[in-house]
């Protein structure tokens, strides 16, 4: 299976803060990779897909870039209602495998 | 409105099997691929298994392979888990989730989950 690997596992940032927020696949997954925010006892909600397409509705101040193996989701001025886990997803090949999640809190 | 509804979780004891469901409303169900994902208490999410538009192709975690079921009745726009053969680790809330169109495996809608417990 591929490995997801996200990384800083948990952040503290401020409101108006730029953040980015790393994935890396343990092999090429091409642009085939998803971002999700997830807020507790919530389920996920989707961000981006393709490594950079924006999903209908969702701020344009998140943005994804990256293929290959080397991934960022990118966060241009941090809101309140962005504190969240953040999770990465492949979906190059079964069996999809999602990345720990990124917990972003408030300093 | 665009809608998943889970239901059939509760209290198992290990060994033993449910059936979850989720039923559909505001879409074509029988055009979308549907997934289960699952995510144990405090932890990560994980995918469990997805079967395609029309039931004809299904794929499973290995995880959960041979014990799981996954089907749908498009007729009853209901996507199904059978889980037999419980274990703790399968302790989890489990999520369907509809497939993106054109990307069968990015998640654009979500149930709100039903809760199975395993345990004695």
């Known amino acids: 299976a591929i490995r997801m690997t996200q990384s800083p596992s948990s952040f503290s940032a401020s409101t108006g803060d730029r953040v980015t927020i790393t994935c890396r696949a343990s092999?090429?997954?091409?642009?085939?990779l998803v971002w999700y925010q997830q807020k507790p006892g919530k389920a996920p909600k989707l961000l981006i897909y393709?490594?950079?397409t924006l999903q209908s509705g969702v701020p344009s101040r998140f943005s994804g870039s990256g293929s290959g193996t080397d991934f960022t989701l990118t966060i241009s001025g941090l809101q309140s209602e962005d504190f969240a886990t953040y999770y990465c997803?492949?979906?190059?090949?079964?069996?999809?495998?999602f990345g720990q999640g990124t917990k972003v809190e408030i300093k | 409105e665009v809608q998943l509804l889970e239901s059939g979780g509760g209290l198992i004891q290990p060994g033993g099997s449910l059936r979850l469901s989720c039923a559909a409303s505001?879409?074509?169900?029988?055009?979308?691929?549907m997934s289960w994902v699952r995510q144990a208490p405090g932890k990560g999410l994980e995918w469990v298994s997805v079967?395609?538009?029309?039931?004809?192709?299904?794929y499973y975690a290995d995880s959960v392979k041979g014990r799981f079921t996954i089907s749908r009745d498009n007729s009853k726009n209901t996507l199904y888990l059978q889980v037999n053969s419980l274990r703790g680790e399968d302790t989890a809330v489990y999520y369907c989730?509809?497939?993106?169109?054109?990307?069968?495996?990015?998640?654009?809608?979500w149930g709100q989950g039903t809760m199975v417990t395993v345990s004695s």
């Open positions: 989730a509809k497939g993106v169109v054109v990307i069968d495996d990015a998640f654009d809608i």
């Open positions: 505001g879409f074509t169900f029988s055009s979308y691929a």
């Open positions: 079967i395609s538009d029309s039931g004809g192709r299904t």
């Open positions: 092999q090429s997954i091409s642009s085939y």
């Open positions: 393709a490594a950079s």
């Open positions: 997803q492949q979906y190059y090949t079964y069996p999809l495998t």
